[in-house]
C-alpha cells in the first residue's frame, strides 16, 4: 500500500477539448429554448459500471480545460493570484485546476473519471453570447438568453447523457462553480452522490452584488459595447471589461495579500513622478496587466451573462419559497463544504448556513474552513490543504491497496 | 450654566461661499508654482486674539460648504449613506458636515471661528483642473500640476495668511481631510494646537491605493475623458466617473450595512426579469442613483487629481526616510484620533499606529476606536457619537459658563 502523501501526484498529460452538440434544445428558466454545443474535456478512465464520473464545474472566468497540458497553444485560465509566476507554468497551457486534477491528486484520475465542461454562456466552446444563431445566421450577442446557474446545470445534465453518464460520484467546483454543484443536488437529487462545493453560497450577499453589477455597468458604459452587438465590427470593449476585471481581481484577494504582495512600494525605484495617467505603485501596474491579459482572452458578453446568473443565484428563493432549509429537503448528496478565512467575496459564513441547513435536516455534511490569507482566490491556490480534505471525503486513501505495486 | 446636552444645538444659518485669490503662486511639490484662487465659507465669529480658528478640510467629493444652509441652490455634497434620505435634508442645501459645525456641536462655533475651503484641484471655487490657465486662456485639463496633500495645506496657510489668521487652534477633518490635518502637524508644527484626525491614515493601504487605481482608471478609458481636454467639447467622461463613484461608494460602506439596508430585494415584487441591462436588485438600483446625482456635480478631473494625491499621502516616506516615528517627531499638537470599527478602507489599525507613534515620541495623543457599522462613511454619519469625544478634546464643555444666561 501507497500512501497519498508518498505516491507523486502526476499530471494527466495533453488533453484535447472535444464538444458535443446536444440532440435537443435545452429549457432555459427563461421560457426559451437554446440549441446548445458543449466544449468538454475528460480525465482518468470510465469505469465499466460507469460509477466512478466527477463533473468538475468552473467559476466565471473558466473554462472547460482544467487539468492537464493543452494540445494546443493558448492563454491560461489559470486566474489564481499570482498563478502565472508561482510555478512556472506560463505558456505550458496547464489546466485552471491542473494541482487539483490527475493521478494522485484531490480529484485522483487513477481512481474517477472526471469531466469539466464550459459553462453555458461561456467563450470556451460552450454556446455562449458570441456563437452563431440558427436563426439569424450572426451572433447572438445580446439577443442571448438571459441564463441561470439551473440552466448550465441542466445543460451538463444533456451533456452527460450524450455520454452515457447517469450518475455521478461527485459533483465539485469553486465559487460560481460550487453554485452549479448545489444546484445539482437540488435539481437531480438521485443522481448525485456527493457534492464538493468550495468557497460557494447559496446566495451572495449585496456587497457581492454590488461588485458584479459595477463590473457589468463597466462593461455596458464602453461605448464599444455597442448595446452587445459588437462583434464583426472591429470593436470590442476591451477598456471596459478590463475595469470590470480589475474590480473582479481585488475583490478575489485579501487586503492583508495585497499588503504583503506589493506593500506601497513604487514602480520607479527613486520617488513618486507626479503623473496621474501612469502607474505609479507595482499594484497599479499589476492590476492593468490583469486587465490586459484577460481582455485578450475573455469575451465581454460571457462576462455579463455569467456574472448575471451568479447574482441571481439564489437557493432559498428559487427553491424554498425563501427557506434555505426547505431548498434543501430534497438533496440526497454528501456535502463537502470548504471555505477560506479571508474570503470576503464568499465568506465562510454563507457555507455555514448551507452545513447547517444540512445538519438541520439530518443530512450529511461536513465543512473545513481553512485558515488562508488570499481571499477568495484561495480555492485556485491552496490546493495543497484542501487535497487530504477532498481525498478523504471521496474515500480515496482507504482504497490505495488496488494501485500498490 | 447650561450643559451641552441640554442646550439644542443649532445651525450656522445661511452661508455664502467666498473667494480668495493668492497674492502669490503656491509653490508645488512636483517643481511647478500655481496661482490660486480657493473658495471658502466661515462659521462663528474670529475672536479678537484671533486664537479661537479651527480649519476643516473635506474629503474627496466634497467642497466648502461645510455647514448651513447654502444661499444659493444647489446640488448637496452629503454624501453619507442614505445622507438624504435619513433626515430629510434634501434640497436645502446643508453643508456636507452640518451636524458636526454649529453653535453647541462639536466644532462649537459659539467660541470658535471655523474655516472651510474647497481643496486645492477641486471643482467647488477653488483653483482646479477645470479652472482657466491664465497662460492659454482655456481650462487647465490634464495641464493641470500633479498635487499632493502637501500642496493643499501649503494653500490652506495661504489663504489664512490672507484672512489675517496665523495661529490655528485646530485642523480637523476626515479620510483625505484627516491627512490635511495630519500634514498640517507635520509642515506647520508651531501654528497647530491640535489636530482631529477621523477616520484617516498616515498611507493607505494597497488594497485602497487598488480602488483608487481603478476608479481613475475608470474615468481615464471613458473615451469622452478626452486625455483630461473634455472641456467645452460637450462631450464628459459621465459613464467612468459613475463606475468610479460605485466603486467608491462601495468602499465607504460595510458589507454588513448594505446587507442590512438591501439585502438581496428585487426591484419587481415578483421574481427576476432575466434581464442583463436593468436593475434586479434594489442595490443595483442604489448604485446607478449613487453614480447619476455624483455625476452632475463633480468634475472628473479634480476627482482624478485628489484621488492621485491620497494615494501618494505617505508621511513615512515624505518625512521620515520610511519611519513614521521619524516623520513624526517635529508635530507638536495635541492629536485626536477617531476611528470606526466596520471602516475598511481607512482600518482603524492606521489610526492606531499613528496613536502608537507619538506616544512613542511622548506625545499627547487621544484615539477612540467607535464600534459602528456604516464603515468609511460613518464619519459623517456618526455624528452623535464623535460630538462628545470632539467637545472634550476641545475642552468646550468644561467652558460652557461665559454662555449661561
Not at 502526476?10 to 437554446?34: I, M, Q
Not at 504582495?261 to 505609479?280: C, K, N, P
Not at 451573462?305 to 425563501?322: E, K, M, N, V
Request: aromatic content about 8%; charged content about 20%; hydrophobic content about 40%.
Amino acid at each position: 500500500m501507497t500512501s497519498a502523501s508518498t505516491r507523486a501526484a502526476g499530471s494527466v498529460g495533453v488533453v484535447e477539448t472535444r464538444y458535443a452538440d446536444l440532440p435537443a434544445p435545452v429549457p432555459l428558466d427563461c421560457g426559451r429554448e437554446l440549441p446548445v454545443r458543449v466544449a468538454y474535456e475528460t480525465y482518468g478512465t470510465l469505469s465499466p459500471e460507469r460509477d466512478n464520473v466527477i463533473l468538475v464545474c468552473h467559476a466565471l472566468s473558466g473554462d472547460a480545460h482544467a487539468a492537464g497540458q493543452s494540445a494546443k497553444p493558448r492563454e491560461s485560465a489559470r486566474d489564481g493570484f499570482g498563478a502565472e509566476d508561482r510555478d512556472g507554468t506560463a505558456g505550458k497551457g496547464l489546466g485552471w485546476w491542473d494541482g487539483m486534477i490527475g493521478p494522485g491528486k484531490a480529484f485522483d484520475t487513477d481512481r474517477y473519471f472526471v469531466v469539466s465542461t464550459n459553462l453555458l454562456g461561456g467563450c470556451g466552446g460552450t454556446t455562449g453570447p458570441a456563437s452563431i444563431d440558427p436563426a439569424t445566421g450572426r451572433p447572438y450577442g445580446a439577443d442571448f438568453p438571459v441564463i441561470t446557474v439551473a440552466d448550465m446545470v441542466r445543460t451538463e445534465r444533456a451533456l452527460l447523457d450524450v455520454l452515457g453518464i447517469g450518475r455521478l460520484a461527485a459533483v465539485a467546483g469553486g465559487s460560481l462553480g460550487g453554485m452549479q454543484a448545489l444546484q445539482w443536488a437540488v435539481t437531480y437529487p438521485d443522481q448525485v452522490d456527493a457534492v464538493v462545493v468550495i468557497a460557494s453560497t447559496h446566495a451572495l450577499h449585496p456587497q457581492g452584488l454590488s461588485w458584479n453589477a459595477i463590473a457589468r455597468d463597466a462593461i455596458m458604459r464602453d461605448p464599444d459595447w455597442q448595446g452587445g452587438r459588437y462583434y464583426g465590427t472591429g470593436r470590442r470593449p476591451d477598456a471596459g471589461m478590463g475595469v470590470a476585471r480589475m474590480v473582479g481581481h481585488v475583490t478575489y484577494l485579501s487586503a492583508a495579500s495585497m499588503g504583503d504582495r506589493f506593500g506601497r512600494r513604487l514602480q520607479s525605484s527613486a520617488d513618486v513622478r507626479y503623473t496621474i495617467t501612469d502607474a505609479e505603485f507595482q499594484v497599479e501596474s499589476y492590476l492593468r496587466h490583469q486587465a490586459e491579459t484577460f481582455v485578450r482572452r475573455f469575451d465581454a458578453n460571457t462576462y455579463l451573462y455569467t456574472s448575471r446568473a451568479l447574482t441571481y443565484f439564489d437557493l432559498a428563493r428559487q427553491h424554498g419559497d425563501g427557506s434555505l432549509a426547505k431548498a434543501l429537503e430534497s438533496v440526497r448528496a454528501r456535502a463537502l463544504l470548504i471555505a477560506f478565512s479571508s474570503d470576503w467575496l464568499y465568506p465562510p459564513q454563507a457555507s455555514r448556513e448551507i452545513h447547517d441547513a444540512l445538519r438541520a435536516l439530518g443530512k450529511p455534511s461536513e465543512l473545513h474552513v481553512i485558515d488562508a490569507p488570499y481571499g477568495h482566490d484561495c480555492f485556485l491556490l491552496e490546493e495543497a490543504r484542501q487535497t487530504p480534505i477532498i481525498r478523504a471525503f471521496l474515500g480515496l486513501d482507504e482504497n490505495d491497496e488496488e494501485e500498490a505495486p
